[in-house]
């Protein structure tokens, strides 16, 4: 059985036919409607291929963002916390987050997946060291208030959030498909279907070679993350996990408020 879910509750993925989405109510932009969408499918590439669609410089930059928004993020909960932060130890996670950076080759984005990788499964280990896996959706709301700031708007509604999972996907070599309206305005709905998930791959390969995992998945974290991000943003987010034969995969879909109450 599949397992679907509302918002940013993370459910482990189990294999079977696929369940009905759901969407959360919110409030944000509204956006004018497509009749008709466009699909752009992304094919399985090796490890190390070039993302098309993607240059080196633009993959590194979305690494050191996706970096600057976990860290800002993590540092903005730990704020809110009050006395409770442990400053100590939190100064020292960051010496470790910010250790041997690749400056000297800033469009290296092999490097800089190493780093934000490492990175997350540092702060990821930080925090439920001290707070249990329950924190991470407020670790993942925290880190969506940076991303509303540094993530550009494109002008085209709920594509743009959809756009931005997407590029993580690429980042990965996931293989993946987004159903998008078309034409330039901004969209009132859009979705993206992974049918096979890099970062589980990635994550395997990371663990081989001794990177310490907290998580036994990353849809635990990942769910929370892109739904924060998607309502930051002001949109309804819905996800599906699933999972088959050809591995872990997902599909996201976001919408612009109040359009099934106006339609």
Request: aromatic share 0%; net charge negative; no cysteine.
């Given at each position: 059985m599949s397992a679907a879910a509302k918002g940013a509750t993370a459910v482990d993925p189990a294999p079977g036919p696929a369940a009905p989405l759901s969407v959360d109510s919110g409030s944000g932009p509204r956006a004018s409607a497509g009749h008709s969408s466009e699909r752009v499918t992304a094919p399985r590439?090796?490890?190390g291929s070039v993302i098309a669609g993607m240059s080196d410089a633009e993959r590194a930059a979305l690494w050191r963002q996706r970096l600057h928004e976990a860290e800002a993020g993590l540092t903005r909960f730990l704020v809110s916390r009050g006395g409770?932060?442990?400053l100590e130890a939190w100064f020292g996670l960051q010496a470790e987050l910010f250790a041997d950076l690749p400056l000297s080759s800033p469009d290296m984005p092999s490097e800089w997946q190493r780093v934000f990788f490492r990175g997350q499964a540092l702060m990821e280990r930080f925090l439920i060291s001290r707070y249990?896996?329950?924190?991470?959706a407020e670790w993942a709301a925290s880190n969506a208030e940076v991303h509303r700031t540094v993530e550009p708007d494109f002008g085209r509604g709920a594509a743009d959030p959809i756009r931005r999972i997407a590029r993580q996907a690429e980042l990965y070599?996931?293989?993946y498909e987004l159903d998008l309206p078309p034409g330039p305005g901004p969209a009132i709905t859009a979705a993206l279907a992974i049918t096979h998930c890099g970062i589980w791959d990635y994550r395997e390969k990371a663990?081989?070679?001794g990177v310490r995992l907290t998580l036994a998945s990353p849809c635990t974290y990942c769910t929370h993350a892109m739904s924060a991000n998607v309502r930051a943003k002001g949109y309804d987010v819905s996800y599906e996990l699933r999972q088959?034969?050809?591995g872990h995969g997902c599909h996201w879909r976001a919408t612009a408020p109040n359009t099934a109450q106006e339609a």
């Open positions: 590439r090796p490890a409770d932060a442990d249990g896996e329950e924190i991470l070599g996931s293989d663990r081989s070679n088959d034969g050809d």
